[in-house]
């Protein structure tokens, strides 16, 4: 009969605590939170690191607290306005305590996916479907907030929900999407009216203001010549004001004299002839001016 000694018993037993040592070694990484139980009791939690527990006896649930994302698979839904259309969204949540996660709600991921879907359809049953296309925000913004608040209670913050398709029927999604193109067509020939309509107001305002330049450049022609001309005048009364003055001032006793030899002067330009008393002063003048002395007029016996 084979019996072991002493050495193969230390072997033996070396070897069985070894693999019970490997056998009870957890490593938690640093985006993971350790949940320890013994005996199906919570014991604590364990942070990043080496831990040990009893192989058998305790056991060790990690739990990841990064942010997650959950995708809510497409369901169809029943709008305001009777139309079946296929919705879904993905849910971006955090584990911020472990325990609740864990304790507090069986598998919280497929939860979070059940919850998504019940209040989509909630809250997009009361809209019609043009409304929830177009309120897209509104409807994030709605579902984030009712599964953050049911999620609360689990230790889970939800913390954003993205709507990724609203889709009607596809003879639904023809129809609108003709409807679209006619008024798309609508638009353009609008903008094409309105912008032929602006192009010729441009053109008729610039006829305008070009009328009104070169109307306004010939009256400020007609202005310069009326100035040049007043101009002129006043300088020609001026000279004449001046010439009479120093005739006044400085020929006073010859002024009726000059007056007279002026008009003699014109009227022999015009070639009329006159008889002029030589003993006039007129002809004293005009004899001292040509060097001319007059000859005497025989007078009637």
């Known amino acids: 009969m084979f019996s072991l000694g ?27 939170k350790g949940l320890h139980e013994r005996f199906g009791k919570f014991i604590g939690e364990r942070e990043q690191g080496f831990h040990w527990i009893i192989p058998l006896i305790d056991r060790m649930v990690k739990v990841d607290i990064t942010e997650n994302m959950v995708d809510v698979q497409p369901q169809k839904i029943i709008t305001k306005d009777k139309l079946n259309a296929d919705v879904d969204a993905i849910v971006y949540f955090k584990v911020n305590e472990p325990q609740k996660a864990i304790y507090k709600a069986e598998n919280y991921r497929k939860q979070i996916i059940n919850l998504a879907k ?14 929830a296309n177009e309120g897209r925000g509104k409807i994030n913004q709605e579902l984030e907030g009712e599964l953050d608040k049911h999620t609360d209670a689990w ?11 609203i889709e009607p029927p596809s003879k639904v999604q023809d129809a609108m999407n003709e409807v679209v193109e006619a008024e798309n ?3 353009s020939a609008v903008n094409f009216a309105n912008a ?11 006829e305008i203001k070009q009328a009104e330049g070169k109307k306004r450049g010939t009256i400020l022609e007609a202005e310069g010549r009326a100035e040049a001309i007043k101009q002129v005048a006043q300088a020609e009364a001026k000279q004449i004001e001046l010439v009479n ?3 006044q001032k400085n020929f006073k006793a010859e002024a009726q004299t000059y007056k007279k030899l002026e008009t003699t002067e014109r009227a022999l330009e015009r070639g009329t002839k006159y008889v002029i008393d030589p003993n006039s002063q007129v002809t004293n003048v005009m004899a001292d001016m040509a060097g001319v002395t007059p000859l005497p007029i025989p007078r009637k016996k």
């Open 185 to 187: 067509k609508k638009t």
């Open 245 to 247: 003055q120093s005739i």
């Open 155 to 165: 230790g889970i913050e939800i913390v954003r929900v993205e709507l990724q398709r």
């Open 118 to 131: 019940t209040t989509l359809r909630n809250i997009i049953g009361t809209m019609s479907l043009a409304d």
């Open 196 to 206: 032929t309509e602006t192009e010729a107001d441009g053109k008729r305002r610039a």
């Open 6 to 32: 002493a050495t193969e018993y230390g072997i033996f037993f070396g070897i069985l605590i070894a693999f019970i040592f490997f056998m009870g070694i957890r490593v938690i990484r640093p985006f993971e």
